[in-house]
Antibody, heavy 122, light 109 residues
């Protein structure tokens, strides 16, 4: 069974940097893109970006370009998402999601992590 | 940047049928947007129901189906159950980048 286990909740001050991890077990890590999704309190889902762990190539959403960095370590089957220059609006739950093979083909966002709450407060 | 639109809220009676839609500000939604549908209940991570417009995961209840309808992606729930009350989000691909819709709050009442 594939599992995505994310790191624990974080509390950060404005201007700081946070780095969240997402460890994949039970399947091939480098075979599927890893997506990151933000959900502010009481709000909807927002796609942040993705990484191809095989070559490190990334694509970022316009809203997150420049302050977000997504990386992957294939030796530990772990993806990371870093947000710099944190502000209160970055307070949110962050999810990772990766591909799942099904009888109908590949679902690019089939498996999800449990989410990591990041609170930005002075 | 494109905008993906969904109904903000819908209500369905138990046993009834409801269709949620997902539109794009850039024009008709097609299979090339690879529409996804997710269900999210309070305090839980999203769960993928539908991918590539119509395809289901092994955990997707048979009462859910995906399609293209009138230039939009659609999620149809036939025979609603109380446990289907949740937020539903669609996701569309735009040449490598992806965009979520604002979500639909579905009430089963």
């Amino acid at each position: 069974e594939v599992q995505l286990v994310q790191s624990g909740a974080e509390v950060k001050k404005p201007g700081a940097t946070v780095k969240i991890s997402c460890k994949v077990s039970g399947d091939t890590f480098s075979g599927y893109y890893m997506h990151w999704v933000q959900q502010a309190p009481g709000k909807g889902l927002e796609w942040m970006g993705l990484i191809d762990p095989e070559d490190g190539e990334t694509i970022y959403a316009e809203n997150f370009q420049g302050r977000v960095t997504i990386t992957a370590d294939t030796s530990t089957n772990t993806a990371y998402m870093e947000v710099s220059s944190l502000r209160s609006e970055d307070t949110a739950v962050y999810y990772c999601s990766t591909g799942a093979e099904t009888s109908h083909g590949l679902s690019l966002l089939g498996y999800w992590g449990q989410g990591t709450l990041v609170t930005v407060s002075s | 940047q494109a905008v993906v639109t969904q109904e903000s809220s819908l209500t369905v009676s138990p046993g009834g049928t409801v269709t949620l839609t997902c539109g794009s500000s850039t024009g008709a939604v097609t299979s090339s947007h690879y529409p996804y549908w997710f269900q999210q209940k309070p305090g839980q991570a999203p769960r993928t129901l539908i991918f590539d417009t119509t395809k289901k995961h092994s955990w997707t209840p048979a009462r859910f189906s995906g399609s293209l309808l009138g230039g939009k992606a659609a999620l149809t729930l036939s025979g609603a159950q109380p446990e289907d009350e949740a937020d539903y989000y669609c996701l569309l691909s735009y040449t490598g980048a992806w965009l979520f819709g604002g979500g639909t709050k579905l009430t089963v009442l």
